[in-house]
Nanobody, 124 residues
Framework: QVQVVESGGGLVQGGGSLRLSCAAS????????MGWFRQAPGREREFVAA????????YYGDPVKGRFTISRDNAKTTVYLQMNNLKPEDTAVYYC?????????????????WGQGTQVTVSS
């Protein structure tokens, strides 16, 4: 089992930046990937970004390409999500998740371990 804890959410004006962090602990040697998803009220959980744990290959959802960057620090078993040029439509609860079985890194059903979520609010 892998446990993940997010931090770094908050309130920011449109055009601003935030960085989210996700610390993984436990059986991190099992990791295939770490991902970020978000969910706004009344909407389905949406893929934001993922990074493969060994090769560091990154994946992004279309709405965030060119604005968000996912990175990892393997030594600290921490994943970061740098969010730039934030828009009001980025407002959501952001969740970090751990994938320990491969598959489709863009699909939330492939992730078994989730953090509690952190709120990101972007004002217009």
């Amino acid at each position: 089992q892998v446990q993940v804890v997010e931090s770094g959410g908050g309130l920011v004006q449109g055009g601003g930046s935030l960085r989210l962090s996700c610390a993984a602990s436990g059986q991190t040697f099992l990791l295939y990937a770490m991902g970020w998803f978000r969910q706004a009220p009344g909407r389905e959980r949406e893929f934001v970004a993922a990074i493969s744990w060994t090769a560091g290959i990154t994946y992004y959802g279309d709405p965030v390409k060119g604005r968000f960057t996912i990175s990892r620090d393997n030594a600290k078993t921490t994943v970061y999500l740098q969010m730039n040029n934030l828009k009001p439509e980025d407002t959501a609860v952001y969740y970090c998740a751990a994938n320990s079985r491969g598959g489709n890194f863009r699909g939330h059903t492939w992730y078994d371990n989730w953090g509690q979520g952190t709120q990101v609010t972007v004002s217009s």
